[in-house]
């Protein structure tokens, strides 16, 4: 089982900045894929990043296009912890933002919610214009 808890959502004005934690505990971290999604209200939750350790160091990270160059994904395996920057908000990056986990095999990175195993509570990103 892992357990995930995300941190660091609020109010931020357009063009601002934002940094999401996601603290997981459980398991082996360095396996998993962790992903950040994001839901709208009265919309479907939505792929926005996702990395995979790659060992050496380094790990593979993927973004939405609509985040692609606004958004950055880390994890620092040591704090068993991923963290999404998020700079120059966009009212429509409104959402409540969850991270997700799930064991990273030997296939390739996945963008759909079904994929993922574990999923925290969520946090509230609310960008103002």
């Known amino acids: 089982q892992v357990q995930l808890v995300e941190s660091g959502g609020g109010l931020v004005q357009a063009g601002g900045s934002l940094r999401l934690s996601c603290a997981a505990s459980?398991?082996?971290?360095?396996?998993?894929?962790m992903g950040w999604f994001r839901q709208a209200p009265g919309k479907e939750r939505e792929f926005v990043s996702v990395t995979r350790w790659r060992g050496g160091g380094t790990a593979y990270a993927y973004y939405a296009d609509s985040v692609r160059g606004r958004f950055t994904i880390s994890r620092d395996n040591g704090k068993n912890t991923v963290y999404l920057q998020m700079n120059s908000l966009k009212p429509e990056d409104t959402a409540v933002y969850y991270c997700?986990?799930?064991?990273?095999?030997?296939?390739?990175?996945?963008?759909?919610?079904?994929?993922?195993?574990?999923w925290g509570q969520g946090t509230q990103v609310t960008v103002s214009s």
């Open positions: 459980g398991r082996t971290f360095s396996n998993y894929d």
């Open positions: 997700a986990a799930r064991l990273a095999g030997t296939g390739p990175y996945s963008p759909d919610t079904k994929s993922y195993d574990y």
